[in-house]
């Protein structure tokens, strides 16, 4: 099935160190959603990007949908111990529509150091 | 509270004994989905459902079923389970408008011996 490469796989930063990680496609993505995960809970979503170019923040996140559309990226600021967990990158193929299809990278493990 | 609920959280089972995973949701959601979590592999969507009796496979739909006779529920079903089948798993819904993502439950750890 189609793939989105999110990198890097893991990162282990000091508090108060800004973040960055992206996700990039082969194909052509209508919305790029990023996630994050808690130790033994679900996704929870950050934030939702819809246009190419668009830039979004929430709080210390900061999410860009690549003019391409085939890539996002997403950026913390000033992280904090709270901000440990994994992150996912996930896309809606053009060609699916607006389907129940969504696909997933595979992840970044952030852990940051007091 | 708006959520997704699984149960189990947690099920070990042996090869080849039919189990049932449920999954409700209570936000009036018209689209659901199951994924599984494996390490180094990201969430891989099995199946998904765009309304009741419309399901559709997702990436790695072998060896599962699902059936979305209401709207709320959506189960996922092994009919002979297998040890690769072991995995995390994480049922979702969410609304049709384009511009809403999945809301996830708190998973289910499954693990077939």
């Known amino acids: 099935g189609q793939q989105l490469n999110q990198s890097p796989q893991s990162m282990f930063i000091q508090e108060g160190e800004d973040v960055s990680m992206n996700c990039t496609s082969s194909s052509i993505f209508n919305t790029w959603l990023w996630y994050k995960q808690d130790p033994g809970e679900g996704p929870v979503l950050l934030i939702a990007?819809?246009?190419?170019?668009e830039l979004t923040s929430n709080g210390r996140l900061t999410a860009q949908f690549g003019i391409t559309r085939k890539d996002s990226f997403l950026n913390i600021s000033a992280s904090i111990p709270s901000d440990v967990g994994i992150y996912f990158c996930?896309?809606?193929?053009?060609?699916?529509?607006?389907?129940?299809?969504?696909?997933f990278g595979q992840g970044t493990t952030l852990q940051v150091k007091p | 509270e708006a959520q997704v609920t699984q149960n189990p959280r947690y099920l070990i089972t042996v090869t080849g004994k039919k189990l049932t995973v449920t999954c409700s949701q209570n936000m009036n959601h018209e689209y659901m989905s199951w994924y599984r979590q494996d390490p180094g592999l990201g969430l891989r969507q099995i199946y998904y459902?765009?309304?009741?009796?419309?399901?559709d496979k997702g990436d790695v739909p072998e060896g599962y079923k699902v059936s979305r006779k209401e709207k709320r529920n959506f189960p996922l079903i092994l009919e002979s389970p297998s040890p690769n089948q072991t995995s995390l798993y994480f049922c979702?819904?969410?609304?049709?408008?384009?511009?809403?993502?999945?809301?996830f439950g708190s998973g289910t750890r499954l693990t077939v011996v």
């Open positions: 996930a896309g809606r193929p053009v060609l699916t529509g607006n389907t129940g299809k969504l696909i």
């Open positions: 990007l819809y246009k190419a170019g």
């Open positions: 979702a819904s969410r609304s049709p408008g384009a511009v809403s993502g999945y809301t």
């Open positions: 459902s765009m309304n009741v009796e419309v399901t």
